[in-house]
């Protein structure tokens, strides 16, 4: 398997010209994994200016899609001309409902559509989507190979190890993906059970990626560098995916194909930047949610961040908080970036 180029700093290739195998365009092995709530269309242009390899949006109804909503179809829109390519994450019970999503999702200029696999969310399990499907591998060979047949983009998948211990259907489940033609499969290593808890499996996430005909996407756990580039070493993984430790740290996908990191923004700048991206998209209320989401998970582990979260909440314009986060990052910009510990709890939730 081809390793995607560490420095391929170009303009996305179009999917079709890339000869078939989709993650020989990805821009380094460094992904940006979904996450509902927070991987939107500004999120992603900002991790894509700070270097991640490929990005995926948040999980996204397929019959919303279907049903016009507004809303949803905001949640696919992808940003002019990115670097790194763009995959829409899709989610429903029905294969008809995906590959008709999937004709707005190539009108968004997406290079391929992702199918959520591991969601472990009871809304979602109870209509058999998400995780769900990985109880049963030989019907999802054929929900998947329904959808490739039907759909003009590539398609990967995102997966759990299993439902639980005691069905750990991984191996049968990247089977499946492969007999269906799936791109890639990209795996957060725990089981649906586990939820956020305990540790991702990375023993196992090795083993399957040695047993794999089709590439294989580490995820879990991953908060540093360190972290980053012994995974991908050391599991033989193609590409690692970070969620949370990008929240924490979004220098981070630069920091791992190694530019300097003198030369980065500083969180100062990289506020703005994503104030401005807010500011074509949303209304005055949502640029202010997203803001001070953002600014909040900038400032855990420095001095007095707790305090300056709480204050975030009281501030209700957009220039208080943008002033209110400058003098923070002022104050404490002669101090070394925090680290993201790996026993900390940080958002040990969510749909995938
Ligand atoms: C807030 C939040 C939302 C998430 N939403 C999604 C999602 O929409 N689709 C998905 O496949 N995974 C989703 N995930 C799971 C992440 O993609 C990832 O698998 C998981 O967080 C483990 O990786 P990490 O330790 O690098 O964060 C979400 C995770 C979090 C924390």
Known sequence: ??????????????????????????????WLAPMAGITDVCFRQLMDE??????????????????NSEKTHKMIEVHSKPKSLVGIQLFGEMEEDII?????????????????????????VKKGCG??????????????????????????VKMRTGWSHDELTIHECVTAAYNAGCEWVA?????????????????????VKQRAKLPIIGNGDIRTVGEAQRLLSDSGVDAVMIGRGALRNPWIFKECIGLDTNEFESPCKLLDRYLE?????????NTIIFLRKFASWLVYGYPGAAGFRSSMYHLLTINELVQNAHIFFERVSHLPKPKFESSEIFMASGHG
């Open 1 to 30: 398997m081809n390793r995607p180029n560490l420095y391929n700093n170009q303009s996305v290739l179009p999917a079709e010209s890339l000869g078939g195998n989709l993650i020989d365009g990805a821009r380094n092995p460094f």
């Open 50 to 67: 700070m270097g991640a390899g490929v990005l995926v949006s948040e999980l996204v109804s397929a019959k919303g899609l279907l049903y």
């Open 100 to 124: 008709n999503a999937a004709h707005y999702v190539k009108e968004t200029g997406a290079a391929f559509v992702d199918i959520n696999l591991g969601c472990p969310v009871k809304k979602v």
């Open 131 to 156: 995780a769900a499907l990985m109880r049963d591998p030989a019907y999802l060979e054929m929900f998947l190979t329904k959808i490739k047949r039907g759909i003009d983009l590539p398609l990967t």
């Open 187 to 207: 795996i957060h290593g725990r089981t649906r059970a586990q939820g956020y808890e305990g540790r991702a499996d990375w023993g196992l996430i090795t083993e």
């Open 277 to 285: 991206l807010l500011r074509t998209k949303y209304d005055l209320r």
